[in-house]
Protein backbone atom coordinates (compact mmCIF):
# COMPACT_ATOMS: atom_id res chain seq x y z
CA UNK A 1 0.00 0.00 0.00
CA UNK A 2 0.93 3.44 -0.82
CA UNK A 3 -0.47 6.85 0.61
CA UNK A 4 -0.64 10.35 -0.85
CA UNK A 5 -2.72 13.74 -0.74
CA UNK A 6 -4.18 15.10 -3.67
CA UNK A 7 -6.02 18.36 -2.70
CA UNK A 8 -6.03 17.68 1.00
CA UNK A 9 -7.52 14.16 0.75
CA UNK A 10 -5.45 11.26 1.46
CA UNK A 11 -5.48 8.51 -0.70
CA UNK A 12 -4.19 5.01 -0.61
CA UNK A 13 -2.80 3.07 -4.05
CA UNK A 14 -2.87 -1.20 -4.09
CA UNK A 15 -2.72 -3.38 -7.14
CA UNK A 16 -5.36 -4.96 -8.11
CA UNK A 17 -5.93 -8.56 -8.68
CA UNK A 18 -4.92 -8.37 -11.86
CA UNK A 19 -1.16 -7.38 -11.11
CA UNK A 20 -1.07 -4.96 -13.35
CA UNK A 21 -3.05 -2.23 -12.43
CA UNK A 22 -3.18 -0.59 -9.25
CA UNK A 23 -6.42 1.49 -8.06
CA UNK A 24 -6.87 4.77 -5.89
CA UNK A 25 -9.15 4.40 -3.14
CA UNK A 26 -10.13 8.06 -0.34
CA UNK A 27 -9.25 7.39 2.72
CA UNK A 28 -11.99 9.88 4.18
CA UNK A 29 -14.54 11.14 1.31
CA UNK A 30 -16.39 14.28 2.63
CA UNK A 31 -19.02 13.95 0.38
CA UNK A 32 -21.20 11.19 -1.71
CA UNK A 33 -20.05 8.76 -3.19
CA UNK A 34 -18.57 8.13 0.32
CA UNK A 35 -16.52 5.39 -1.34
CA UNK A 36 -14.15 6.15 -4.31
CA UNK A 37 -12.08 3.95 -6.26
CA UNK A 38 -10.51 4.43 -9.54
CA UNK A 39 -10.67 2.64 -11.51
CA UNK A 40 -12.48 0.59 -10.72
CA UNK A 41 -11.73 -3.46 -10.40
CA UNK A 42 -10.98 -6.34 -8.06
CA UNK A 43 -8.79 -6.30 -5.01
CA UNK A 44 -7.79 -8.45 -2.07
CA UNK A 45 -6.29 -7.07 1.78
CA UNK A 46 -4.78 -9.51 4.48
CA UNK A 47 -6.46 -8.62 7.59
CA UNK A 48 -3.04 -7.10 9.23
CA UNK A 49 -3.19 -4.85 6.35
CA UNK A 50 -6.81 -3.44 6.90
CA UNK A 51 -6.00 -3.32 10.89
CA UNK A 52 -2.59 -1.43 10.70
CA UNK A 53 -4.64 1.10 7.72
CA UNK A 54 -7.13 1.88 10.55
CA UNK A 55 -4.79 1.85 13.51
CA UNK A 56 -2.22 4.69 11.43
CA UNK A 57 -4.74 7.06 9.27
CA UNK A 58 -8.15 8.41 9.00
CA UNK A 59 -10.43 6.23 7.38
CA UNK A 60 -13.92 6.88 7.28
CA UNK A 61 -16.74 3.93 8.46
CA UNK A 62 -17.99 3.37 5.16
CA UNK A 63 -14.52 3.02 3.62
CA UNK A 64 -13.28 0.75 6.57
CA UNK A 65 -16.81 -1.42 5.95
CA UNK A 66 -15.42 -1.62 1.89
CA UNK A 67 -12.22 -2.14 2.91
CA UNK A 68 -12.97 -5.20 5.68
CA UNK A 69 -14.94 -6.90 2.28
CA UNK A 70 -11.90 -7.42 0.61
CA UNK A 71 -10.30 -9.08 3.49
CA UNK A 72 -8.82 -12.52 2.32
CA UNK A 73 -10.25 -15.98 3.81
CA UNK A 74 -6.53 -16.92 5.14
CA UNK A 75 -3.11 -15.22 4.85
Known amino acids: ME ?7 EVMCIPLSDGHTRTWIMLKPQSPPFYKQMPQGAYTLAKSQ ?8 EVSSTVEEVLWSHVQAAE
Open 50 to 57: VEALVRTH
Open 3 to 9: FTTVDDR
